[in-house]
């Protein structure tokens, strides 16, 4: 009879401890957190309500930059079934001495043949496929310049 019990309050204990070490979970607002010299604060969905094939968008990525002044984050709040993403999109000065002004963009984007696409107000095109552990992404300014640039998975 003994054995049981103590069976059984090892695994209560045990239990307890792995929820009191357990990382915040997902779908709750984040605290925030800066992203290229903006404040932004987000909210991941949980993968298990994102469908299969875009949960490798899910999240947010950073530390990039499109070229030596330019810094930029992409968050990936949200995929429907459909392939449409909520996303945030921030932008800023890359170092102190680096004379851009940053701001963020709440908007959608759209998933369609394993790339992440969205626009901005003057038309600059983004497009984000998944690396081996980023996400790469490419913009395209409507005077056609393009630039790439990598995007790293932020906890």
């Given at each position: 009879?003994?054995?049981?019990?103590?069976?059984?309050?090892?695994?209560?204990?045990?239990a307890a401890?792995?929820?009191?070490?357990?990382?915040?979970?997902?779908?709750?607002p984040q605290?925030?957190?800066?992203?290229?010299?903006?404040?932004?604060?987000?909210?991941?969905?949980?993968?298990?309500?994102?469908?299969?094939?875009?949960?490798?968008?899910?999240?947010?990525?950073?530390?990039?930059?499109?070229?030596?002044?330019?810094?930029?984050?992409?968050?990936?709040?949200?995929?429907?079934?459909?392939?449409?993403?909520?996303?945030?999109?921030?932008?800023?000065?890359?170092?102190?001495?680096?004379?851009?002004?940053?701001?963020?963009?709440?908007?959608?984007?759209?998933?369609?043949?394993?790339?992440?696409?969205?626009?901005?107000?003057?038309?600059t095109q983004?497009?984000?496929?998944?690396?081996?552990?980023?996400?790469?992404?490419?913009?395209?300014?409507?005077?056609?310049?393009?630039?790439?640039?990598?995007?790293?998975?932020?906890?």
């Open positions: 009879m003994m054995r049981p019990a103590l069976a059984l309050t090892c695994l209560m204990l045990s401890m792995a929820s009191a070490q357990a990382p915040p979970t997902t779908g709750e605290p925030g957190r800066v992203f290229c010299d903006q404040r932004v604060t987000y909210r991941i969905a949980e993968p298990a309500t994102v469908p299969e094939p875009y949960r490798g968008f899910l999240g947010a990525w950073s530390d990039a930059a499109w070229d030596a002044n330019t810094c930029a984050a992409l968050i990936v709040e949200n995929i429907d079934p459909d392939g449409t993403a909520a996303i945030i999109y921030a932008y800023g000065p890359l170092g102190s001495s680096a004379r851009v002004t940053g701001g963020t963009l709440h908007g959608t984007g759209i998933i369609r043949d394993g790339e992440l696409r969205f626009q901005n107000s003057d038309s983004f497009a984000f496929r998944p690396g081996i552990a980023d996400l790469i992404g490419r913009m395209t300014t409507p005077s056609g310049q393009s630039y790439q640039a990598a995007f790293k998975k932020t906890l």
